[in-house]
C-alpha cells in the first residue's frame, strides 16, 4: 500500500504579516486591512498576490481566534481565557467582518477577477460572491450578540454533576454508567441525568428563544423569510438543497429505522427483558461489564497510535505529532467544557483534539473520529489559500466517520480478548445505525422551528414530541417518561451553538459506510481514494470530492437502503457469534 509521508508540518511561510506577529489588540491588526484596502491592483498578478496575502491574514486571525476558543473550552473558569475570547468576539470580530465585506467587494468588482484560473480559484470565487450578497451592516451586532448568547449553553453544561458513590461526577462521565450491566443501578443514573438537565430547563427554554428572536431579525436584515433559508445560503450549501435534506430524513425514516427495531428487538430478546427502556440502549446485550479498552488517556493515545499506523502509517504520524506537541486535551474533568472536536490551525499547521475521555468504547471510537478530523488537517496544510483548508462539513465529516470504520480491522490492539473485539464492533456498527434517526430527528425539527419563528414553547415542545415519536424506536418503551423526552433536545448542543450544523453528520455517515464497503471489497484502493479525497480539501464541490473518494452523495431511499442492509449484514455476522 501507498503511504503518505509526514513531517512535522512547517508553520505557513508569512510574507505579509512578521512571523512573531501575535495579535492582541486591533490597532495592531488594523494596518494589515488598511494595506489590501489600499493597495493598488493593476493586474491579475497583483490581484492573486492580493488574494494570498489577503489568505496570510486570515490564516493568522483564525489561528488567533481558535487559540482563544480552545482556552475556554480546556477551562471554563479561567478569567483570563474568558476575557480574551470575549474581546475578540465583541470588539475584534465586528471589525474584521466589516473589513472583510469590503475586501470582497474589491474581488468582486475588480475586472482581473475572471482572468483568474477558474479551476484553482472556482470554490474561493463562489464564496466572496456568496458573502457579498448576504452582508448586511445590521447583522454585525446581532452576529456578535448571537456568538456571545449561545455560549451560555456550554457554560451551563459544563457546570452540571451528579452525585454518585459519594462523589460528584460531569454529566458525560456519569453517561458510561449506562453500560453497567445491573439493570437498577442504570435506572438510577438515567433519572438523575436527566432531572438534573431539568433543573435547568427554564434557562434552556429562555437562552434558545433568545437566540430564535436574534436569528430570525438576522434572517429578515437580509432579505430571507425565515432563518432556515438564510442559514443553508450562510453555510454555502450549493450542492444539495432542502428538498435534499427531506429526502435524507424520509430515507432514514423508512429504510434505516426499520433496521434500528429488529436490533431492538434483538436487544430485549438478548437482555431477556418484558419492555425494553431508554437506560437498557448501552448496556452489552451479553450482559457483561462495560468495555474498558484503556487504563488513562496516555495508554489510549498509545494504542491509537499503533492502530492507525497499521491502518496507514501516515495516520500513527499523524497523531504522534500532536501528541509530541501538546495538541491532545482528552480527559474529563469538572471545568471543562462538554463535548468533543479537532480544532484546525491553519497557520502552525498541527490542529488540536479536545474530549472528555472516560476509559469507554465511545472514548476509542471519538479519538478515532478526530483522528480523522486531524488527518484531513495536516493533508490540506500546504494549500495558500486557507479557504481550501476549511473544508464543509460534508466532506470533514466523512474524513471522520470514516476512520471510525476503517480503523476496526485493527482494535485487537485495544482488545486481546476475541470476544470484547466482536463485541466492541457491534456496539460500533449499532451505533453507526442508531444515530441516523436522531440526526434526522433533530434536523427535521429545526427546519420546523426557523419556518415557524412565533410558535409558543408549548406548540414547539408538541412538534418535537411528534417528530421524535415519528423517529424512535417502537421497541423502546418510554411511558412515563414524557417529562424526559419533552427536552431531549435540550442535550443538543449543535442547536444551540450551531443551527443547521448535524445533518452533515449523517450525510457522513451513509458516505463512511460506502467507503467502508468498498474497503471490505478492495481495501488497498479504498484507502488510496479516501486519502485523494481528503488531500482535495475544499477545491471541488462536495459531489466531486465524494466521486474521488469512489462513492455517491445520494439520499435516495434506494441507496440509503443497500447501505443499510449491508450494515446490518455485518452486524448479523457478528451476532451470530454470540
Known amino acids: 500500500m501507498r503511504s503518505t509521508a509526514l513531517t512535522v508540518p512547517e508553520p505557513r511561510r508569512q510574507k505579509f504579516l512578521p512571523r512573531n506577529f501575535e495579535l ?34 486570515d490564516a493568522v486571525v483564525s489561528e488567533s481566534f481558535a487559540w482563544r476558543y480552545i482556552k475556554i473550552t480546556v477551562n471554563s473558569g479561567d478569567k483570563e481565557a474568558a476575557d480574551n475570547y470575549q474581546y475578540a468576539v465583541q470588539e475584534l470580530a465586528p471589525r474584521i467582518t466589516s473589513f472583510e465585506n469590503q475586501l470582497n467587494n474589491i474581488l468582486v468588482d475588480s475586472p482581473y477577477k475572471n482572468q483568474l484560473n477558474q479551476e484553482e480559484y472556482f470554490i474561493y470565487l463562489r464564496g466572496i460572491l456568496n458573502s457579498v450578497d448576504l452582508f448586511r451592516e445590521d447583522n454585525i451586532p446581532l452576529a456578535t450578540e448571537v456568538q456571545l448568547k449561545a455560549k451560555e449553553y456550554g457554560r451551563i453544561f459544563s457546570e452540571m454533576t451528579i452525585g454518585v458513590n459519594g462523589r460528584q461526577m460531569t454529566l458525560q462521565k456519569a453517561g458510561s454508567l449506562l453500560e453497567e450491566p445491573d439493570r437498577n443501578y442504570r435506572e438510577g443514573i438515567y433519572h438523575k441525568i436527566n432531572q438534573r438537565i431539568r433543573k435547568d430547563s427554564l434557562h434552556l427554554e429562555q437562552l434558545f428563544d433568545d437566540l430564535l428572536v436574534k436569528r430570525h431579525d438576522i434572517a429578515q436584515n437580509a432579505g430571507f423569510e ?29 429504510e434505516i429505522l426499520p433496521i434500528v427495531n429488529d436490533l431492538n428487538k434483538f436487544r430485549k430478546k438478548a437482555l431477556d427483558l418484558k419492555a425494553l427502556r431508554p437506560w437498557d440502549l448501552h448496556v452489552d446485550t451479553s450482559g457483561k461489564a462495560p468495555l474498558r479498552p484503556f487504563e488513562d488517556s496516555d495508554e489510549l493515545v498509545e494504542r491509537a497510535i499503533t492502530c492507525l499506523s497499521r491502518l496507514n502509517p501516515f495516520f500513527g504520524e499523524a497523531i504522534t505529532i500532536m501528541r509530541d506537541k501538546g495538541h491532545l486535551d482528552l480527559e474529563s474533568r469538572k471545568g471543562k467544557r462538554p463535548g468533543g472536536y479537532n480544532m484546525p490551525l491553519h497557520l502552525s499547521g498541527i490542529p488540536f483534539i479536545f474530549m472528555n475521555a472516560t476509559n469507554s468504547l465511545n472514548d476509542m471510537r471519538t479519538l478515532m473520529h478526530e483522528s480523522g478530523h486531524a488527518i484531513h488537517s495536516l493533508l490540506t496544510h500546504d494549500y495558500e489559500l486557507s479557504s481550501a483548508k476549511r473544508v464543509p462539513s460534508e466532506v470533514a465529516e466523512l474524513a471522520a466517520m470514516t476512520m471510525e470504520l476503517l480503523s476496526m480491522d485493527h482494535w485487537d490492539i485495544f482488545f486481546e480478548n476475541e470476544d470484547d473485539l466482536r463485541r466492541a464492533k457491534i456496539g460500533q456498527l449499532e451505533n453507526v445505525l442508531k444515530v441516523l434517526p436522531w440526526i434526522a430527528t433533530i434536523d427535521k425539527f429545526q427546519h420546523w422551528i426557523y419556518q ?3 410558535h409558543s414553547r408549548v406548540e414547539r415542545r408538541s412538534k418535537w414530541l411528534s417528530i421524535l415519536q415519528d423517529f424512535s424506536s417502537a421497541e423502546v418503551d418510554r411511558s412515563g417518561l414524557q417529562q424526559y423526552s419533552e427536552y431531549l433536545w435540550h442535550k443538543q448542543l449543535h442547536l444551540f451553538e450551531v443551527p443547521f450544523y448535524y ?33 482535495m480539501g475544499y477545491t471541488r464541490p462536495i459531489k466531486e470530492i465524494y466521486a474521488e ?24 455476522q457478528l451476532m451470530d457469534g454470540q
Open 452 to 454: 415557524h419563528p412565533n
Open 226 to 254: 425565515n432563518f432556515r433559508d438564510f442559514k443553508f445560503k450562510a453555510l454555502g450549501r450549493f450542492d444539495y438543497s432542502v428538498d435534499d435534506c427531506i429526502d435524507f430524513h424520509e430515507s432514514i425514516q423508512y
Open 24 to 57: 492582541t489588540v486591533w490597532g495592531e491588526l488594523k494596518p494589515y486591512y488598511d494595506d489590501l484596502l489600499e493597495r493598488p491592483i493593476n493586474s491579475v498578478q497583483d490581484l492573486e498576490e492580493w488574494i494570498k496575502d489577503r489568505s496570510e491574514l
Open 549 to 572: 473518494a469512489g462513492i455517491n452523495f445520494d439520499f435516495s431511499r434506494e441507496y440509503v437502503s443497500e447501505l443499510g442492509k449491508f450494515v446490518k449484514e455485518e452486524l448479523v
Open 503 to 535: 445533518i452533515e453528520y449523517g450525510m457522513a455517515q451513509l458516505g463512511a459506510i460506502a467507503i467502508w464497503k468498498k474497503y471490505r471489497e478492495q481495501p488497498e484502493q479504498a484507502i488510496e481514494q479516501y486519502i485523494e479525497a481528503l488531500k
